[in-house]
């Protein structure tokens, strides 16, 4: 059974580039969440897909996009990259969009911008 | 969900001796889950606590509710080189998942 899985591990973007990150939910999960995580910070949520539809959103500006599939995987793009936006950003799914739901994490992707 | 506050933001330990984390909210909270991220890693589910005053154990684990539902607390029992990571509580609020900033444990063999 596989789990939550992304792609790519590590990524070097310039500042001002787009950038698109790509997340496979563990096995029967129909939610993915995205958080962003600074380092020596807890993750930060800024979105939640599910049934191919934006459900929630935290606070982080329209720079950051999103997209669930048919099969329940999901894109997180971001525009107009900013220094501030290096961090390691995780993809977390479940069953159900209750936050109540246990969050099955994937090992993140490293955005580096310059 | 409401922001939840974690103390110590570090805590470096010789292995054998105890730890405990604290997560306080302002609010009360509806449940509280706990998470712990490896040095590296990412976070992973530990437990999710949802009665007041529950206390739940898992081996060297203890954990517990507040009976206001406005704090809870992680306490590791003689201490081992594999708790070594960053724990955090998050709070599920309404709709969406708050994390607290996270203790960091370092344990010395």
């Known amino acids: 059974d596989a789990g939550v899985t992304q792609s790519p591990t590590h990524l070097i973007k310039t500042r001002g580039q787009q950038v698109t990150l790509r997340c496979s939910p563990k096995?029967?999960?129909?939610?993915v969440s995205w958080y962003q995580q600074a380092l020596g910070q807890g993750p930060q949520f800024i979105f939640q897909y599910y049934e191919e539809e934006e459900r929630q959103r935290g606070n982080f500006p329209d720079r950051f996009s999103g997209h669930q599939f048919p099969n329940y995987s999901s894109e997180l793009n971001v525009n107009a990259l900013l220094l501030g936006d290096s961090a390691l950003y995780l993809c977390a799914s479940s069953l159900g969009t209750s936050s109540s739901y246990e969050q099955y994490f994937g090992p993140g992707t490293r955005l580096t911008v310059t | 969900g409401q922001q939840v506050m974690q103390i110590p933001q570090y805590q470096h330990v010789q292995e054998g001796e105890d730890f405990t984390t604290y997560c306080n909210s302002s609010t009360t909270l509806s449940n509280i889950q706990w998470y712990k991220q490896r040095p590296g890693g990412h976070p992973v589910f530990l437990i999710q606590l949802v009665k007041s005053g529950e206390v739940k154990k898992q081996k060297r684990l203890t954990f517990q509710f507040g009976e206001a539902k406005k704090n809870s607390s992680l306490h590791i029992t003689a201490t081992q080189t594999t708790d070594v990571g960053t724990y955090f509580c998050a709070d599920p609020g309404y709709s969406t998942l708050t994390f607290g900033k996270g203790t960091m444990l370092l344990v010395s063999p």
């Open positions: 096995s029967g999960h129909d939610t």
